[in-house]
């Protein structure tokens, strides 16, 4: 799997959370949303920065002709609107809860530029993170120019091990069990639903993968 997906397994919430600074924590509460719930809009101030303490949120756009093109769906550790601390004033996407119970640690930018300054392996933190996910849309984007979807397909899967995987002991198969829905996958890779299912079936006759709803299993001799 290309090392390029991988954050060194760092839950970001555990590391930045400004309850983790005793300044900070007693003034400093977590916003709870239910599912389909947003957390910002396109064209909200960016002046807040978000960790998940738990739950899921969806991060995406509008396109002109108001279908929705989903950028990624995060999880307990993650960050996100992290682009307010490099001088973002607008929102360019949205945030969306997918969990009826997403508790979210908000940080107001400025707090958030108090301690990067004052906590050098803090700033060292954020600014090598933005840099990873600079990273991935770099990535993402260089697959969608010179691969072809089938290929682009069997990486974003080989990202999925990395995020949401493990090995099955008794078969020896790449078990991922991620929150993803075929519209998401199709839209992440710059495709059609009808598509994915297309390429998953073909490949699950090849005996590479096995799939259902909440499931797919890269085959022990494929992974």
Known sequence: ???????????????????????????????????????????????????????????????EDGSEVVKSILSKGDLFGEKAILGEEIRDEFAQSLDNNTSICPVGVDTMHELIRDNKTFGLRIYKFIGFKFKRLERRLQLLLFKDTKTRLIEFLDELCVDYGYDCKKTGDHVINHPYTQKDIASLIGTSRPTINILLNELKEENYLYFNRKEIRILKKSA
């Not at 997906?5 to 916003?31: G, I, Q, R, S």
């Open 1 to 63: 799997m290309n090392s390029i997906w991988t954050f060194e397994d760092v839950n970001l919430f555990n590391l930045l959370c400004p309850h983790k600074f005793k300044a900070y924590k007693a003034c400093h509460d977590f916003d709870v949303y239910k599912k389909t719930d947003y957390i910002y809009f396109e064209d909200d101030a960016a002046n807040k920065v978000y960790l998940i303490e738990k739950g899921k949120v969806k991060i995406g756009y509008y396109n």
